[in-house]
């Protein structure tokens, strides 16, 4: 009994010692927008993801606490006078989660698993300008013709089609970061669950349950690890903003992703400067699925177009937080016109663009008298549904009448990539970089994943073809403002609005730093209590 008792109490001890080492390691509590979709870097789409990729796995270059592009996997490069070769010199001390090296032959395995057809990479052709890249996602080369090699270990080299003079930025993205081999060959898609997955960031995935919380803690083997300041990492999905904001209110989170914009003024008032509002890169947009009457006349895409007042929505229902958007590409890329293309009634009152509206809708044969029904789709939050209620009722003098559709935001856009069964559907999209043809390439007609109006226009794939060959930058951008003229005219997705970035952060959170591309990598901030 005797001996019974005193392991007892060991064990007793331990468990003290155990919680009080847990209270002392600095926890971050951060709020998201929702649930990740996937970790599969190779078949990731959402900003949602991206965030939590960010925290798991390092690139051969990141984004830094300010949102530019910093060494990585990689401390060096070089590019060849042509812009057609890159030279990334990795670092020796890399390792993943298991203590293994990182290598060359990691990212070469890496980047020919997301060019391979078989992986069903929706977001591939973002790696389009590596050499025989398109060839391959599409079925037409062998991987091994994949412009990469792995020199050595410590050396990698990346041949592209043309020069694109944003590539070392698009590495940045989430589809750029590596995969372990070795875990994805041992557990095929599941090398992504809770103890399967290595990683070679500076943080390492401990559990993930839907709706609840996705746990990290701080990588050992990361070879930054004594700079990484915050030990565990509670990311909690708040698809309605407004819980998240009375979580942040209690005291329970210290950051939120976003906040419900139809409360921005009172809480500046309550909340001060713990409210971030800054210029964010990115379109709110609605996706008019051109692939179904009758919204395969264009007609009744511009009517729809023409009919919504964008200043209303800015003021009314984003609170001033939004800009009114009369193009796809928002203001602030680089490489592009200085007078950027826009809708040609972008400047008409709303009484001539309402009148106008009913015309072109009566011409394709709606009016109150034959009513156009549609369904207006979106994701769950309120902004949302107060955009789609909003828009509604612009649309009613026309003769429209709407019902809606509300998914949570991974079935809403599995929705979009894969099922296609929208009629009008809320969509957004945030610059991966600084350049238009990241946001004109989502309507290429060889994109089904982002495609959401299935626009299918040669013209317009030929000038982005023109364009991407084009290593003249001035000739190049005159290109890409051709075919977002031509985007503009037949209007397959209809934009609305340009995104600034609402956040709530509190005073606790050290280290955070406001950016046009709204990252803030968990490794450059701390907990302060």
Not at 238 to 252: I, K, P, Q, Y
Not at 413 to 436: F, N, T, V
Not at 504 to 513: A, D, I, N, R
Request: with cysteine; charged share 25%; net charge negative.
């Amino acid at each position: 009994m005797r001996r019974t008792a005193r392991l007892t109490m060991t064990a007793l001890v331990a468990l003290a010692l155990g919680a009080a080492a847990h209270a002392e390691a600095a926890t971050y509590y951060r709020g998201s927008s929702g649930d990740p979709e996937t970790l599969d870097t190779h078949k990731t789409s959402t900003v949602v993801e991206a965030h939590i990729l960010r925290d798991l796995l390092e690139g051969l270059v990141i984004n830094d606490a300010k949102g530019g592009i910093a060494p990585g996997v990689a401390t060096s490069w070089e590019v060849s006078d042509d812009g057609l070769t890159y030279m990334f010199h990795l670092r020796d001390d890399a390792k993943w989660s298991d203590d293994s090296p990182v290598t060359a032959g990691d990212f070469v395995y890496s980047l020919r698993r997301i060019m391979n057809p078989e992986t069903g990479a929706k977001y591939a052709n973002i790696l389009y300008p590596i050499k025989n890249a398109e060839a391959i996602n599409k079925g037409d080369m062998a991987l091994d013709s994949l412009g990469v090699e792995a020199v050595d270990d410590q050396t990698l080299q990346i041949t592209l089609e043309a020069p694109t003079p944003y590539f070392v930025e698009l590495l940045t993205h989430q589809t750029s970061l590596p995969v372990h081999p070795p875990s994805v060959e041992k557990f095929g898609n599941a090398f992504v669950q809770p103890g399967n997955f290595v990683s070679n960031g500076p943080y390492k995935l401990v559990s993930f349950t839907p709706n609840d919380k996705l746990v990290m803690e701080k990588n050992p083997s990361f070879h930054d690890a004594d700079s990484v300041a915050i030990d565990r990492i509670e990311y909690l999905p708040f698809e309605e903003r407004a819980t998240c904001l009375r979580r942040f209110e209690a005291g329970e989170v210290h950051s939120c992703q976003e906040v419900p914009r139809e409360q921005l003024a009172s809480i500046k008032t309550r909340l001060g400067d713990q409210l971030h509002v800054a210029p964010f890169l990115g379109t709110y947009y609605y996706a008019v699925n051109g692939a179904h009457a009758p919204f395969d006349d264009v007609r009744v895409r511009q009517a729809l177009s023409m009919a919504v007042d964008r200043e209303f929505l800015a003021e009314e229902i984003f609170s001033g937080s939004m800009l009114p958007a009369y193009s796809l590409v928002p203001p602030g890329v680089s490489n592009y016109v200085e007078d950027q293309p826009e809708l040609a009634y972008a400047h008409d009152s709303m009484l001539d663009r309402e009148d106008e509206a009913i015309r072109l809708l009566g011409e394709a044969g709606f009016g109150p008298d034959n009513p156009l029904k549609l369904e207006i789709s979106y994701n769950t939050a309120e902004d949302h549904r107060n955009t789609a209620t909003a828009i509604a009722e612009m649309w009613r003098p026309l003769g429209v009448e709407v019902t809606f559709n509300q998914r949570d935001l991974s079935a809403h856009y599995a929705m979009l990539r894969d099922d296609k069964s929208h009629q009008i559907a809320r969509a957004g999209w945030i610059g991966d970089y600084a350049d238009p043809q990241n946001f004109l390439f989502l309507n290429q007609s060889d994109n089904p994943g982002f495609n959401y109006g299935a626009y299918d226009n040669p013209e317009y794939d030929e000038l982005m073809g023109k364009a991407a060959m084009e290593t003249d930058l001035d000739k190049r951008a005159a290109l890409l403002a051709q075919a977002e003229g031509l985007f503009l005219r037949d209007v397959p997705q209809i934009p609305l609005l340009y995104y600034s970035s609402t956040s709530l952060v509190s005073p606790k959170l050290k280290g955070w730093e406001d950016n046009v591309r709204n990252v803030h990598p968990t490794r450059f901030m701390s907990i302060d209590d």
